[in-house]
């Protein structure tokens, strides 16, 4: 029998495409969620006995504790996720994506693993023309990137964690988010077929959310190796300025136009190119491309006419 998966804040946007694909791995996944959204993404799923699901917070150790004796496996999603959300509630985003999982930490015995998922933002602003390594100075610009790095440094500290910063991610999902880059651009591009840019120089990297549910399957196997590092993840052929990322839409929407915008600019000031060599070299490479998301999304957008989704 394969792990048992405790997954907080299991019900977003990750959580959705990452929980059917590691129960479909044989993973027996109990979700410990908010529901924060009204999303109801694991209705099909409810006759599997190997998904269980508990309504709470992860900031209740009652609730917390019982779930985390019975895991082999932690990964803690649950997050205030993006700078806008956490921006108008910097008490609830520092509780919940830095506390909490100092609370599972303390929590967990030494045979127990934890997987955590950050983010690559937490480089802010790279040096230009030069990648950045798990080993380059962190930088967050935002409560959102400084609250998840002060996380992923407690468990690395702790040296029982790996922790995946994971590039921007993008792709259609249970519980969709339109405020994603390239989710927002592709929208843009089918609806309103134009986009001005701020800054269209800044670079980033990206990764489809099913590669995200791959890679912590990876994670899971070779934990005994990979333990005690941080790893980026990301697609290393997608160092993409947002210029860049419009111009490859294009290409499958011919009628979409971009315009450089000649005031103004972009609050968000992360700008970086990165390097995922570390997790390539442990034999992990992503399925999904870029073209293969944008696809999938313009077919989801023949689905999605509202633009209700978002954690902005």
């Known amino acids: 029998m394969k792990a048992n998966v405790l997954m907080t804040g299991g019900a977003g946007y990750l959580g959705s495409i990452m929980v059917p694909y590691l129960i479909d791995q ?27 699901f508990v309504r709470g917070d992860v900031r209740d150790e009652r609730v917390l504790a019982p779930l985390v004796a019975r895991a082999d496996f932690i990964i803690p ?39 955590f998922p950050t983010t690559n933002s937490g480089y802010g602003t790279g040096q230009r023309g030069e990648a950045c390594t798990e080993e380059s100075r962190l930088a967050p610009l935002s409560t959102y990137a400084r609250t998840k790095v002060e996380a992923e440094t407690l468990l690395l500290d702790a040296g029982s964690a790996i922790t995946f910063r994971l590039a921007t991610v993008f792709g259609a999902s249970p519980r969709m988010r339109l405020d994603l880059l390239v989710n927002d651009f592709v929208y843009r591009a089918i609806h309103d077929r134009a986009v001005v840019l701020f800054e269209s120089h800044f670079t980033r990297n990206y990764l489809h959310v099913r590669d995200v549910a791959r890679v ?8 005994g190796a990979m333990k005690g590092r941080a790893y980026n993840v990301g697609l290393s052929d997608a160092n993409l300025s947002k210029r860049e990322l419009c111009e490859r839409i294009q290409r499958h929407h011919p009628t979409f136009v971009f315009f450089d915008s000649d005031v103004g600019e ?47």
């Open 266 to 312: 972009d609050p968000d000031k992360r700008d970086y190119i990165v390097s995922n060599a570390r997790i390539e070299g442990t034999g992990w490479r992503p399925l999904f491309s870029l073209d293969d998301g944008i696809l999938e999304l313009t077919r989801a957008y023949s689905i999605l006419k509202q633009r209700e989704f978002g954690n902005s």
């Open 26 to 52: 044989g993973y027996h996944v109990t979700v410990l969620d908010t529901l924060l959204y009204g999303q109801t993404p694991f209705l099909d799923r409810c006759l599997d006995p190997r998904f269980a």
């Open 77 to 115: 999603l649950a997050a205030i996720v993006g700078a806008p959300a956490c921006a108008r509630d910097e008490t609830a985003a520092t509780s919940v994506n830095r506390d909490a999982v100092a609370l599972i930490q303390r929590l967990c015995s030494p045979s127990q693993g934890i997987l």
């Open 216 to 223: 912590f399957e990876h994670g899971f196997e070779r934990f």
